[in-house]
């Protein structure tokens, strides 16, 4: 297996401001089946059954939900340099490279692009290396799907700042890689720049088809799946969490090298009626369809 990224290891976490932080707080421990790793000056961060020390972290905010931050693992010290180099006018150095106060540690880099995407370049943060995944529960983050309404831009900054690739383009979105995940960023063909879906990793189908019912048992049913998807390969199942943030549970995304050859739209098409490789998911449910416009990142603090 190769490395697509030369500059970015993985997507380890990210982070949102929620105006009720009680009732999501529960939503991602009771519910979700993340556990909180620590709270911290307000914010607290919850982890999966992997080895990175947080997934996502929650802070009180007024107004709606809001995404303060993408954070990406970097290879090296040297690959935050090469990713300020290339940012150019394509985005902006909102602060320098220091040491983290969080769970987990290291030091990071935080740049925005021109849109006011925000990410946090980690390096040398500690993992668990005891971890163990365990049934039903989320091992890690699999991917981030953010929407662009300048797809062709948003794709060649993530080629040319960060050293992505790109897997596979459909009508509606394309998927990046930089590990040998189908996908670890993808970018849905919007006509806005909201938060699309966080998806987060669980050890197999029983837990994506256990954690519908569990959810649906909690008040929040399925609003896309289950199925499986055509580019990835991965199972699925999406909720509407609290404040429109989309979550999805999914296993068994189909691992990739450098030989893998992109698809294009006409080499990704269903037969009328159908959404997925199965055939049995319906259309995504029109909650779902209006969550993923609503959260926006925050306005970067440069």
Known sequence: MTHASSRISGVRSVALSVPDLQTTCDFFTKTWGLE???SREGIHYFKGTGSDAFLISLRQSNGPAKLIDVTLRVRSLQ???E?????GSDGTVISQTAPLNEPGGGVACIISDKVGRIYKL???DLQNEAAEEQKDRPIRLAHVVLNSDEIAV???F???VFDFSLSDRTKIMAFMRCNNDHHSIAFGDTDNNALNHIAFLVPDLDSVMRGGGRLKDA????AWGPGRHGPGNNTFNYF???HDIVVEYTSEVEQINDDYKAGSPSDWTWPPGRIDQWGISPMPNQTLKDAQKKVFFDSPKV
């Open 240 to 242: 509407v969490g609290p």
């Open 158 to 160: 993530y080629e040319d």
């Open 36 to 38: 909180l790793a620590e």
């Open 219 to 222: 008040g929040f049913p399925i």
């Open 122 to 124: 980690v390096f040398d």
């Open 83 to 87: 990713i300020k180099a290339h940012l």
């Open 79 to 81: 690959a935050i340099e």
């Open 154 to 156: 948003t794709q060649k």
